[in-house]
Every structure is written in structure tokens, then in C-alpha cells.
């Protein structure tokens, strides 16, 4: 495989990165059966993401990580989530997608299917781990909010681990194909060609 550098290790001693790939993440959801007007308490579920993407903009992560490191704490400036997008081993997408069959699966190795963006492996020098990654499939319709500050204490904790970051122009790519995903307008009719003749 020819040298490229897609990935770069994950610089643990900083803030998250937009497109920085999480494993581990921990995501607490409340037990819907539970909810009432009148709740005292409330139990949650926890939910284990084994890959995720970062997709919250670097500026406004940077500015979250040096005002939760700062003297005089300027609250303005705090994420009360991140966004992440959840990503999956490739074979597993592969495996599991609705109706994917080969020649839709060409479509998503070679980023032209809408839905989805392909990873490919992660060799164990570009990882910061060190263990290296599969090839990875990202699911656009999968995003999930995670607390900031519950985030960093999963990190702290060594329950995520901050394994790569995608390197430009790669992540320039990756963010441009999630939000024009996001940004789709949906038509109540697709345009029809008239037949000639």
C-alpha cells in the first residue's frame, strides 16, 4: 500500500479534534418507560459506542478545552455537548446495511454512496494506541451528543481512548460529505425526463 498520510495519532495532551476517532465512548441514555410528570428519579442505560468520530468544529473545541483549563472559568465559552458521529468496522456495514449488495458496496469504498464514508485501516504507527484500527465505515445517519465534560472524564478515566485524527485535506473531505448529508432537502416529487418522441 502506498504511504499517505490520511491519520495522524491522536495528541492526548490537548483538545478533542473534528474528525479525531474515539473508541469506547460511553453514552448515558435515560430509561423513556421511567418518564413522568411527576419523576423523582430517573435510571439510565448505558450505552457502549465501540467507534466514534468527532464532528463538533476544532475552533469551538479548542475554546471548550482551554476554558475548562482556565483560572477564571468563562462559561460562554463551554460545549454542553460534542457531537460524534458513530462509525463501525467496515465488514459490520457491509454485513448489516439494508439491501447493500457489491455494487452499492463499490459505491461507499469509493465515497460515492451519500450515506456512508469508508475508512481505510489505520496502520499502528498512525494510531495512539499503537495498535492500529480496521478499515471503518462512518454511518451519517448515526450522530449522537455526548456532555463535554462527561466526555473528558470518560478520557481521563481511560474508558475512551483518543486513538487518530484524520489529517487535511482528508478531514476538509470527511466534514463536507457529513454535512452535505445533513443539509439534503427532500423533494415531494423527484423530477421526471420526458421519453423522445
Not at 62 to 82: C, F, G, M, T
Not at 122 to 146: M, N, S
Amino acid at each position: 500500500m502506498e504511504e499517505r498520510a490520511i491519520y495522524q495519532a491522536s495528541d492526548k495532551g490537548s483538545s478533542l479534534r473534528q474528525g479525531e476517532i474515539l473508541t469506547g465512548v460511553v453514552q448515558y441514555q435515560p430509561v423513556v418507560s421511567e418518564l413522568s410528570q411527576e419523576i423523582q428519579e430517573l435510571s439510565f442505560d448505558a450505552v457502549l459506542h465501540p467507534y466514534t468520530i468527532v464532528v463538533t468544529q476544532d475552533c469551538d473545541l479548542d475554546w471548550d478545552y482551554r476554558a475548562r483549563h482556565a483560572e477564571d472559568i468563562q462559561p460562554s465559552k463551554l460545549l454542553n455537548s460534542v457531537i460524534l458521529c458513530e462509525i463501525a468496522a467496515a465488514r459490520e456495514i457491509r454485513d448489516t446495511a439494508d439491501n447493500m449488495n457489491s455494487r452499492e458496496w463499490k459505491l461507499v469504498e469509493s465515497h460515492r454512496h451519500e450515506r456512508f464514508y469508508f475508512f481505510e485501516k489505520i496502520p499502528p504507527e498512525y494510531e495512539g494506541e499503537q495498535e492500529g484500527l480496521p478499515e471503518l465505515t462512518a454511518d451519517f445517519k448515526k450522530v449522537l451528543g455526548i456532555d463535554a465534560a462527561t466526555l473528558y472524564r470518560q478520557i481521563e478515566l481511560g474508558i475512551v481512548k483518543r486513538r487518530a485524527v484524520l489529517a487535511s485535506p482528508y478531514l476538509e473531505h470527511f466534514s463536507r460529505r457529513y454535512h452535505s448529508f445533513h443539509s439534503r432537502v427532500a423533494l415531494p416529487f423527484q423530477y421526471e425526463s420526458q421519453p423522445e418522441g
